[in-house]
């Protein structure tokens, strides 16, 4: 029942649905209903899965016999089934007269003449309008259940800026200057009383009262305050919270607590948003969101969005990882509100018309990516075992749970993989091939999260031959093969990458790159007990070929050949045929029993489509299951067609959609945008006559995998990574070359549970990382000259240019100072274990001027956990807060409070209590001394530990230590030469020139020290270099290089220590 109310010089408009009456006051303050929906389908990095978003099969047959029984259209006539699914806003609008006082549709009239109405609320449990004119009456009418009739006037002593009704009260709330008014509304809703006045600090006005706060409070907007208020008894209130803008000083007009991520949102008179921690209370970002007033704020859980409302007539939908404006609609007049009725209903009201508004939601939040998804495939893992393999923008590569949505497995953002053109995963080694765009291909170890990079494989003799495609086929050949990883090259070579020497091969297929490689997706309706191999080339021949056993060796025999009359853009491997799309948008397929039987090249018998897009099509697959495909377009369109080219649904929608595929055999669809992953339901995609046959159909429930936890391995604080590198230099052999050095420059860091990459920038801080450079399979015709061309667009932190230090190759060094060049020994699994690592390279034990802890080098990447994580700005705030202090004398007062607080930093630093420098003291006392003082070192603060360091060298000086003690201390202090303070590492040099360790056997560590990247420590290591007469960096090259240099380290120790007192890992 939709009802209009004219009165005065301003229209009052509101409608009636089932959560209850609705209004529009007429101005600008206007009551704001929240919403509590819990978000669901946030990747998690729990080890405990999120609940299910796809049903279980037997729950989904009952959704299935329910929206079947409800649909209008029969289903006897499928041709005509075509369903399309809009989120494009629709209103429906009542104008009014800009001459007259009157609307076209009125359904009851008003007996008394209003002034101009300043603010209304409904009382939904009284069934009474509130109004309030600005001549200090209230005005009491009926709802529409009561054909609005006046029912009384209340006076009252002080001027009303805002009206809201807390139906758990069952009392008014009024906003005045400097105060809230609580009224209890008289039976039969014919008279109000006061309750109680709630004072607000400061003589504030009190622009508006919205519900629905944190924990069931309410809030109230003070100027440039949002006030919590609690309920203490009948008509009480009281203050336990506010939240203070710190922005432009602009009065706050709305607000709006998103409770899902603990985020309070308010909008104020300069257009800007502002938003609060619900936890802390303190101000996390503001943003620039209209050129006006901001007069609604709300979340859309359902879609990870914020949609925001200004009085310069925009309404604007912004993402709510990255703040980046998705879409926004123009009403053409100035808004002077806007008010949700229920998660996809709003009103809005200009100068002259009335409008309500759907934002209907087809798609429900699957996984939030933090940066926008590239690719998107189902991958077969087993047994009714699936996975997502999502890579994005940010070079980040993730598996993603079918069932559940959750982050399963994401590997580490090297940025190797900035230049990766394909992927592939081989679920028996649980191994994640990638080219890399040269090649070679990277190798990641799936069992742990984050995926390290397990090897790197060189797949040619001919570094200039590029791997183009990769494809992973579901293979059981016997002697253990079971699987295979195809290569396909710029010159046309197809190689199978394996470690078993029976299975590697080369074969050339065709003339010129091979752009596209496809088998059978694998699962009941992929195709089982077949090892077949379709490859796409730039000679336009697409090749059949199976994979079998001769003997003892694999070989790729061929089938048939068809050469297309038309470039191909998408290639697939279907059970009975062969499925392309073509330059011009149409789906062509060949039938196996078409060209098997006499191996036509001509390709010219083929099914072919007419034209699914205007556009591009740049994202493809298919549900075998229901003989559906869905085409994704690059103006963003998605359609979903059967294989006869008959169209069945149309995604319509003013967002820009991005990768798309087939979350399972049910016809459940993945889509992309908004840098995330959002599921759209089978029954809502399909039309019913489809969904009939779904019925019918028994299909079993995939395996719900639990997500591995996030623990990065130690190896990922160091600069610089090393992985085994293998060739292929032919044959059918492989062979070890030795370790490949990896940039390792970038971390993860999470918003919640969304990963974000990160990197340093110029001066040191962190900073999201950019977009990444990908290339299409339609730009590999370029690839030579797109490789060419390429350029790195990263900027690297200045401790890891060697601009001054060329000529330092890292394996070299290895070599010489890491077991002399002798061969190392990899596990099956090309990992080296620790037990070779020790017994090879420090066979006497390891020197301690190349040992370190396992936590002094770490990168710290902890973010302060006082803060919210939040991600608006590429630029995001420091990983670490802390900032080091700078050098200065502590006065007297201070150090007389720390004196009286710590007893041991007394002992040090009172030159009163230093009496036992000097006494005779046995080894015991002294060995005790010394292991306290470096265990206070360990957490000490910059003071502390400048004591210590003076106090060790006058122990050193006025005692005899022990070579063994003499050793640990010079491997702590060398420890912190790497701490992630600078004055730590400052005071580790100085220590270690002051206990006479620094020789010419601290070469290494000093010329790392060099590449500092703070100057105090650089200019420290200078320093050092020239008292062991190193005055160029000729003269460190050759000492470096020096094989009596690792001699002399091998037997040797701090001190002189003898044989039988090394230290050994």
């Excluded at 087993?382 to 993730?398: A, H, M, P, Y």
């Excluded at 990768?659 to 599921?679: E, K």
């Amino acid at each position: 029942m939709e009802t209009a109310i004219a009165g005065g010089q301003h229209a009052v408009w509101g409608a009636w649905k089932e959560t209850g009456w609705c209004v529009l006051p007429a101005s600008p303050k206007f009551p704001l209903f929240l919403s509590n929906s819990p978000q669901e389908g946030q990747g998690s990095l729990m080890v405990m899965s999120s609940p299910r978003l796809i049903p279980l099969w037997k729950d989904l047959k009952l959704l299935l016999n329910d929206t079947i029984n409800k649909s209008k259209q029969p289903s006897e006539d499928p041709k005509n089934c075509l369903v399309v699914l809009s989120d494009r806003s629709q209103a429906v609008a009542w104008m009014k007269s800009k001459t007259e006082d009157m609307v076209e549709k009125r359904t009851f009239s008003m007996t008394e003449r209003l002034p101009p109405i300043q603010s209304m609320v409904h009382a939904g449990s009284f069934h009474i309008l509130v109004v309030y004119c600005g001549d200090l009456i209230l005005r009491l009418f009926g709802d529409h259940f009561r054909a609005f009739k006046p029912l009384g006037k209340v006076p009252c002593r002080f001027n009303i800026s805002c009206l809201c009704y807390d139906p758990e009260m069952k009392m008014l709330l009024s906003g005045i200057l400097g105060a809230v008014v609580t009224w209890v509304i008289e039976r039969g809703g014919t008279g109000l009383q006061i309750a109680h006045i709630v004072s607000m600090p400061g003589d504030e006005l009190v622009q508006d009262i919205v519900l629905n706060g944190p924990s069931g409070s309410l809030l109230a907007l003070c100027e440039t305050v949002v006030r919590v208020l609690m309920h203490q008894g009948k008509g009480q209130l009281g203050e336990v919270k506010r939240f203070t803008s710190t922005s432009s000083g602009s009065s706050i007009t709305c607000c709006f607590t998103c409770f899902d991520q603990g985020f309070l949102y308010a909008g104020n008179q300069a257009g800007e948003i502002q938003v609060w921690s619900l936890q802390q209370g303190h101000p996390l970002h503001s943003f620039q969101a209209h050129q006006s007033g901001v007069i609604c704020i709300r979340s859309r859980p359902e879609a990870h969005t914020l949609l925001t409302a200004g009085s310069d007539s925009l309404i604007k939908e912004w993402n709510l990882t990255s703040g980046s404006l998705l879409r926004r609609l123009e009403l053409g007049e100035e808004l002077y509100r806007l008010q949700f009725i229920d998660s996809i209903t709003f009103f809005c009201q200009t100068a002259h018309s009335f409008s309500l508004h759907r934002l209907p939601c087809f798609y429900s939040l699957f996984n939030v990516c933090g940066s926008a998804p590239q690719q998107l495939r189902r991958v077969y893992c087993g047994n009714n075992w699936f996975r997502i393999l999502c890579t994005t923008e940010d070079g980040l590569l993730r598996f993603v749970s079918p069932v559940t949505g959750d982050l399963l497995v994401i590997t580490w953002p090297f940025s190797i993989l900035d230049r990766a053109v394909d992927w592939a995963y081989d679920p028996g080694k649980e191994e994640l091939f990638v080219a890399t765009g040269s090649s070679e291909v990277l190798v990641f170890d799936t069992t742990r999260c984050p995926c390290p990079a397990k090897y790197l494989l060189g797949t040619s003799p001919n570094s200039q031959d590029f791997v183009q495609c990769l494809a992973y086929g579901h293979f059981n050949l016997r002697r253990g093969l079971e699987g295979l990883i195809f290569s396909g090259h710029q010159s046309g070579v197809i190689r199978v990458l394996s470690q078993h020497s029976c299975a590697r091969l080369e074969k050339f297929m065709h003339f010129g790159a091979v752009l596209a490689l496809s088998t059978l997706s694998g699962g009941i309706f992929g195709g089982q007990g077949n090892s077949l191999l379709c490859s796409y080339g730039m000679d336009d021949y697409v090749h059949l070929s199976e994979a079998v056993l001769d003997g003892v060796k694999v070989q790729l025999r061929p089938l048939a050949s068809i050469l297309s009359s038309c470039h191909l853009t998408h290639l697939i491997l279907l059970p009975k045929s062969v499925g392309a799309i073509t330059e011009t948008n149409c789906l062509r397929l060949w039938k196996f029993h078409d060209f098997l039987s006499s191996g036509s090249q001509n390709g010219l018998k083929f099914i072919e489509t007419l034209p699914l897009h205007l556009c591009a099509i740049t994202s493809f697959d298919v549900c075998l299951s229901l003989s559906l495909f869905v085409t994704g377009s690059a103006d963003g369109s998605v359609r979903i067609w059967d294989f006869h080219g008959r169209l069945i649904a149309i995604l319509d929608s003013s967002l820009h959609f991005g990768p798309v595929c087939f979350a399972n055999d049910r016809g459940d669809l993945l889509v992309t945008f908004n840098q995330s992953l959002y599921l759209v339901s089978c029954l809502k995609l399909l039309p019913p006559a489809l969904l009939t046959h779904l019925s019918f159909m028994s299909i079993s429930d995939e395996v719900l995998e639990v997500p591995k936890p996030f623990i990065p391995s130690f190896f990922f604080s160091f600069e610089t990574m090393f992985v085994p590198k293998y060739i292929y230099p032919g044959q059918a052999q492989q062979k070890l070359v030795g370790l490949e050095k990896l940039v390792n420059n970038r971390a993860i860091a999470f918003d919640h549970s969304v990963p974000h990459v990160i990197e340093e920038d110029e001066e040191g801080s962190p900073v999201l990382l950019r977009s990444s450079v990908h290339y299409s399979l339609q730009d590999m015709e370029d690839w030579m000259q797109v490789s060419k061309h390429y350029q790195c667009h990263y900027v690297l932190p200045p401790q890891l240019q060697l601009t001054s230090w060329d000529g330092l190759n890292p394996y070299q060094i290895l070599r010489y100072y890491f077991g002399r060049g002798r061969e190392w020994l990899f596990a099956p699994d090309c990992y080296i274990p620790n037990s070779v690592i020790r017994a090879r390279l420090w066979p006497e034990g390891t020197p301690i001027y190349l040992q370190c802890n396992l936590h002094a080098p770490q990168r710290e990447l902890e973010w302060d956990r006082s803060q919210e994580f939040f991600f608006w700005h590429s630029r995001v705030r420091a990983i670490s807060n802390t900032e080091y202090p700078k050098k200065k004398e502590e006065d007297e007062h201070f150090l007389e409070m720390r004196l009286s607080k710590d007893v041991t930093y007394s002992v040090l630093t009172d030159g009163a209590n230093r009496s036992w420098l000097g006494r005779k003291m046995t080894e015991i006392t002294i060995n005790s001394m010394i292991e306290t003082m470096l265990n206070i070192m360990v957490h000490a603060s910059l003071l502390k530990y400048q004591c210590c360091v003076g106090a060790l060298g006058q122990i050193f000086a006025s005692y005899q230590v022990s070579p063994a003690l003499r050793s640990e201390t010079a491997r702590r202090l060398l420890d912190d030469t790497t701490n992630s303070n600078p004055l730590i590492r400052e005071l580790a040099w100085e220590g270690l020139k002051r206990l006479g360790m620094i020789t010419h056997l601290f070469a290494m560590p000093l010329a790392q020290g060099l590449m500092d990247k703070d100057e105090r420590v650089r200019i420290k290591t200078l320093s050092l270099m020239a008292e062991i007469g190193i005055h160029s960096r000729t003269s460190l090259l050759q000492l470096t290089q020096k094989q009596e240099t690792f001699r002399e380290m091998q037997p040797k120790m701090v001190a002189g220590s003898q044989e039988d007192e090394r230290e050994r890992l």
